[in-house]
């Protein structure tokens, strides 16, 4: 195993390179020469200058992706899986430079940092095989005639990632849309896009000049440049729901587009009284997300229903299980925590945490910054629960995106589910409960994409992650995903 030591020196050596997008198979800076700065959130310490990419840049990555698509979409499928297949195990082999990149530019710990390449050199593969299954069909006719569908590409594709896991959600989001025909302007996200710009090197090696590019920027300027442009038929992002909002907006000030959102949620654990009380510490603990990305997941467990038989005995274990954890350098490879993202972030969560107290809520653990000189000059915040909390209260009905636990009380089963219910976001939730009955109730009666039984947080290859309400548009992670960067086409043979 690397020591801290070994890391910052990989890291050096990595950050001594001009930062480049990828447009039309060449790496380059934008055309205005602008920069902008990235900082480690952990010591404030410069990383790197990327290339600030205005309307213009914007606009010769789509012509890229526009001129790449013809050839790109006649290209045989078995081919044009078999490179993402390639792509797939050449970011295998810079998983260890593209991990700490991600620690050391949005805070998480570098361990699961390079656990996320894994996870999106898995999906890419996925991606690869069950692209054969994305098929047209053969319809009834009143008469002698043949009825088919077929499924096309859009043709230039944007997407738009978010900070919370860059190289993952880069890399995995380029094999749907490329694999299905289409061409892609990727935006990496404002706060964290280094990993991005390496994986540009990885990219340029394996598909034709335009197929992918990939750049950076503000989502004020170059993510609205791509939202946009009349030549993007089709986009998705991963964002706040506040982002999702403007997105569909700006995007349907200039034409009609087909959009997935991946957004925010308010996630429930119900708790009930005949569940395993060390199971149900350990799934709420895993829930929160703390040990991945310090609560920075639209997915994370941030409401804890717990029933009255076994508030106490639950939240006793929580506390003490959550004060286990180590906090520390992202680039410690024994690090299980690591830091918020940024100071907005930091101050995001921090004001949370005072609305809290002042709405009556019962600070249990955390709340602040951990204790010690190491901790001073970084983002970090303590896991951190509150009890006694009800749903008028905005740390209930709010997302905070850090590492903050509501825990509720409940007696009554309708009761707590209609709390669960009560938000504008539907996008994870789960149960916990030994009858099975009671189980698929509360799983059937849950307004959310994804429910687990006894379980949170685990995704899996082939399962699609999707949002109900505010929480979003669409599935990923499964087949649907690569179906919807496809249009449906009916075609009438006459006989």
Not at 137 to 142: E, G, Q
Not at 261 to 274: A, R, S
Not at 363 to 379: I, K, S
Not at 439 to 465: K, M, R
Request: charged share 20%; hydrophobic share 40%.
């Amino acid at each position: 195993m690397n020591t801290v030591s070994d890391n910052q020196q990989a890291l050096d050596g990595l950050l001594k390179r001009e930062w480049k997008m990828l447009i039309g198979g060449e790496l380059v800076g934008s055309l205005s020469g602008e920069t902008m700065a990235t900082a480690s959130p952990h010591d404030g310490r410069h990383l790197a200058d990327v290339p600030l990419a205005g309307t213009d840049d914007v606009n010769r990555a789509v012509d890229a992706a526009k001129a790449a698509f013809p050839s790109w979409r006649d290209t045989p499928l078995v081919e044009r899986a078999a490179l993402v297949r390639i792509f797939a195990d050449k970011l295998q082999e810079r998983s260890q430079d593209l991990g700490l990149l991600d620690a050391a530019d949005v805070g998480n710990p570098v361990t699961a940092m390079v656990g996320d390449v894994n996870i999106a050199a898995e999906m890419l593969r996925y991606q690869a095989g069950v692209a054969f299954e994305v098929k047209g069909s053969t319809l009834p006719s009143p008469n002698r005639n043949w009825l088919v569908t077929r499924r096309e590409p859009y043709g230039v594709v944007g997407r738009i990632v978010a900070y919370n896991h860059p190289i993952m959600f880069a890399a995995s989001k380029i094999g749907a849309p490329v694999v299905m025909g289409n061409t892609l302007v990727l935006k990496a996200p404002d706060q964290a896009p280094l990993s991005t710009l390496l994986l540009a090197e990885i990219v340029r090696e394996v598909f034709p000049p335009g197929v992918v590019n990939l750049v950076t920027g503000t989502g004020a300027i170059t993510g609205d440049a791509l939202v946009k442009h009349p030549d993007v038929k089709r986009l998705s992002l991963v964002g706040s729901v506040e982002t999702g909002r403007r997105v569909q907006a700006a995007a349907a000030s200039v034409g009609v587009k087909q959009i997935s959102l991946e957004l925010g949620g308010k996630n429930p654990m119900i708790v009930c009284p005949d569940a395993d009380i060390e199971s149900v510490i350990q799934g709420a603990a895993s829930g929160m997300n703390c040990h991945w990305c310090q609560g920075q997941s639209c997915g994370s467990i941030t409401r804890l229903f717990l029933h009255e038989d076994i508030h106490d005995a639950v939240l006793e274990g929580l506390v003490t299980r959550l004060r286990s954890i180590q906090i520390g350098d992202p680039l410690d490879p024994t690090t299980q925590m690591g830091c918020l993202v940024s100071q907005q972030q930091y101050d995001k969560v921090a004001g949370y945490v005072q609305a809290g107290k002042d709405d009556g809520a019962r600070l249990v653990t955390g709340g602040g910054r951990p204790r010690g000189a190491q901790y001073e000059d970084g983002f970090f915040v303590e896991p951190t629960v509150f009890a006694d909390v009800n749903m008028g209260m905005r740390i209930a009905r709010e997302e905070i995106f850090g590492p903050v636990l509501s825990v509720l009380k409940w007696r009554d089963l309708n009761s707590v589910i209609e709390q669960a219910n009560g938000l504008s976001y539907g996008l994870t939730g789960a149960v916990w409960t030994n009858d099975i009955k009671t189980a698929l109730t509360v799983a059937g009666e849950l307004d959310a994409g994804y429910v687990w039984i006894n379980g949170t947080g685990s995704h899996y290859l082939g399962a699609p992650f999707s949002g109900h309400r505010n929480s979003g548009t669409d599935s990923e992670e499964g087949i649907e995903e690569l179906q919807s960067y496809t249009q449906l086409k009916t075609v009438s043979i006459a006989l």
